[in-house]
């Protein structure tokens, strides 16, 4: 009910947002097993024989506009084609390359899980294990249509209940716990995370939570777009009055990207004295947390505000909040008249979409978000060549070795600095594909006919396995993200980057392709996921994942002007209508981008070194590279994603992605042979990395 990734990983950042709606972790795509491959990736394996011309396809010449001058808007030279033939289908907020494939994978789950939901033997036959067995029921019990129907909301029925039969502020420790199992996230956060200073350590974490909007933004800003969707989203008073509350004490989403900002880390007593209304023994207890001796309190000033609120806010008011909080989680799980409704205004009024996605999308999502593990497990056997993975490492392997040249030449940072960057860089962990060892779902139970049940079992069962992780060591091999997900992430409390096996196909990874285009597309992604370690947020933390100033102040004031060019570059960006891009808010992913691409470049010039120049389809090695990496980026949104994620999204939109990377790169000015002074050749450029 949660979007898994959000809530749990607040120490990584990842590629992109795939913005799924409440639901599941975001789901993932891959093609076709790729007709194994010829051409090699890795400049080992480019080796000797040159690639026939007739078995490249180098560039989607048909996805770009030549008629626009690639130094004016290289976005729309390398992606107007994609976005003429692609706009929005109707089920979703927006279409992109890398929306594409998540759907395509969707589609490559679904064979996986569906069964003939009637004939028992065949689902035995087809679901010869224990996992197997919990992955079918759970599909063909959300795809029953009819039989989600037929119970109504039975299911929610006794939750309603006890939230009616609360009688005092006492009583709601113990009933917010079960809400907390259950996926319904009203109040606050609860779950686990590594220490950001030990990063050793695992300990409990209280965070800002309780609003159904995407944002502190929607309840607070004045402006008439905004005011009008918050009072659409509160049907009732009392439920706008409780989250508005709640979102005035919030931090917003900048401000979060600020490591220190959201460390407190408090003990018992301490947690009792700043929230001297709640009981958190009984919260404790009934949440089955193990023992909790300190933890992390993200926003203090939040738990004050929570506190303030049970007791200045009548119990009838706080009853309505819980039954909304209850409902909304619980809508894409009831019968169509619900779902219809939550679909109405969270995808429709705030994301732009026409229609409800197809309930097949819907149930894979799901299935992905409760045992996305097993489902991935499947996905791994029958769709990822292993030669991607290989050649990916050795790719991995390249960029960073670019990225220690790229250190060692910088000529703005001294030499301690290099040294505590070039052992970060080397303590990176390099995760590809899917997990060494699969978790395990044994305890996970699978009803079959109880949709909503399934759901809140799967929820309770993530944050059991949060919660038992707490006072032990750290599993260093766990991912945050399943195998089939079409996106990739950097952890800084673990200093380690994970591409799923989702990524590792066209148009991110082609073994078909020439090298130039995959040294600018995945290459990209890879030297993006490096680059997070060194952003203005991963900076702050050291090669062991601990939050500590490993920066001389000199090179640190030196770094902070190099990134505040990147923030103030990308703020006056326009999107969304009369928003801008919030430079702050996007600074690491823009950093990140920024540094990929440099790095992907130094490795794809390094693997070309005594290698003939060779043109295809009439476009330089280097032009390859910059359309191998712009058409990753091809995409379509609708004014109202767009203005969600202006002020959601750390992620730039598309354009901005492509445009805003190149015109800080000379190679890229080089290789178009752009005029000084062009728009895509400024005179004035950012370079952090
Ligand atoms: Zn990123």
């Known amino acids: ?51 026939p011309a007739a078995a490249v ?10 008629g626009i001058d690639p130094c004016v808007d290289f976005y729309r030279y390398a992606c107007g084609g994609w976005m003429a033939h692609h706009p929005v289908p109707p089920d979703q907020r927006a279409w992109s390359r890398f929306g594409a494939l998540t759907d395509a994978n969707r589609g490559k789950l679904r064979d996986i899980l569906a069964v003939d939901a009637a004939d028992a033997k065949a689902a035995e036959r087809a679901h010869p294990d224990a996992d197997q067995q919990k992955l079918g029921d759970f599909y063909s019990t959300c795809m029953d249509e009819a039989g989600v129907g037929k119970r109504g909301v039975a299911a929610l029925q006794p939750d309603l209940e006890r939230i009616a039969a609360l009688r005092s502020a006492a009583e709601l420790p113990a009933l917010l716990a079960r809400l907390h199992r259950a996926g319904v996230s009203a109040l606050f956060r609860f779950s686990a995370a590594q220490d950001a200073k030990d990063a050793t350590a695992v300990i409990a974490t209280v965070d800002a939570g309780g609003l159904a909007l995407p944002d502190r933004d929607y309840y607070l800003k004045t402006d008439a777009k905004s005011a009008a969707q918050a009072r659409a989203a509160a049907d009732a008073a009392a439920v706008l009055d409780v989250e508005t509350t709640l979102a005035k004490a919030s931090l917003d989403r900048a401000s979060r990207r600020d490591p220190l900002a959201v460390y ?24 089955e947390s193990p023992p909790v001796s300190s933890l992390n309190v993200a926003e203090p000033d939040f738990l004050k505000a929570v ?21 909304h989680a619980a809508a894409p799980w009831l019968p169509s008249a619900f779902v219809n409704e939550s679909f109405a205004f969270f995808d429709k009024t705030l994301g732009g979409a026409q229609e409800l996605k197809p309930r097949w999308k819907r149930c894979v999502e799901a299935t992905d978000g409760a045992l996305g593990e097993a489902l991935g497990r499947e996905y791994v056997a029958r769709w990822f060549d292993p030669e991607a993975k290989r050649r990916t490492l050795a790719l991995v392997g390249e960029v960073e070795k670019a990225m220690g040249r790229d250190i060692a030449d910088l000529d703005w940072m001294g030499g301690e600095t290099k040294r505590r960057a070039e052992e970060k860089l080397a303590a990176i962990a390099n995760k590809i594909g899917y997990p060494e060892a699969w978790r395990d779902y044994s305890r996970l139970a699978v009803v079959r006919g109880d949709l909503l049940g399934n759901v809140e079992r799967g929820e309770a069962f993530e944050l059991a ?3 038992a992780k707490i006072g032990k060591p750290v599993e260093r091999q766990e991912w945050l993200m399943t195998p089939p997900t079409v996106n990739a992430y950097y952890n800084s409390s673990m200093n380690d980057i994970n591409i799923p096996a989702g990524i590792l196909q066209p148009p991110f990874y082609d073994p078909a392709r020439d090298d130039a285009s995959n040294y600018g ?27 500590a100033d490993w920066w001389t102040p000199a090179d640190e004031a030196e770094f902070k002007r190099r990134t505040a060019c990147i923030a103030d570059e990308y703020s006056a960006f326009p999107a969304g209508g009369d928003l801008h891009v919030n430079g702050r808010l996007t600074l690491g992913e823009n950093t990140a981008d920024n540094g990929g691409l440099r790095v992907a470049y130094q490795a794809y010039e390094a693997s070309r070194t005594g290698k003939p120049r060779q043109a295809l389809d009439g476009f330089t090695p280097e032009q390859r590279f ?19 994620n202006v002020r959601t999204n750390p992620h730039s939109p598309g354009r901005y992605r492509v ?20 728009p895509m050749a400024p005179e004035k450029r950012c370079r952090a990395w």
């Open 659 to 678: 445009d805003g990377t190149v015109v800080n790169m000379p190679e890229f000015q080089q290789a178009f042979q752009c005029k000084a002074g062009s």
């Open 264 to 287: 407190h880390k408090l003990g018992r007593a301490e947690l009792a004295a700043l929230t001297p209304s709640f009981g958190w023994d009984g919260y404790l207890a009934a949440l």
């Open 626 to 644: 910059f359309l191998g990496f712009a058409q990753i980026w091809c995409s379509n949104t609708t004014l109202e994603a767009e203005r969600q």
């Open 1 to 51: 009910m949660t979007i898994r990734f959000a809530a749990s990983a607040s120490l990584a950042t990842a590629l992109a947002l795939g913005c799924p709606p409440a639901g599941s972790a975001a789901a993932a795509a891959d093609q076709p097993p790729a007709a194994v491959p010829p051409a090699a990736l890795p400049a080992a394996a480019a080796s000797s024989a040159p690639v």
């Open 521 to 547: 597309a995945i290459g990209a992604v890879i030297g993006h996921e490096m680059t997070h370690g060194f952003d203005d947020r991963g900076s702050q933390f050291d090669g062991h994942g601990n939050l």
């Open 307 to 327: 506190d303030g609120l049970l007791r200045s806010t009548g119990l009838a008011n706080l009853q309505t909040y819980l039954r909304w909080q209850l409902l």
């Open 57 to 66: 396809a180098a560039v989607g010449r048909e996805d770009m506009e030549t």
């Open 465 to 467: 396995r949060r919660l």
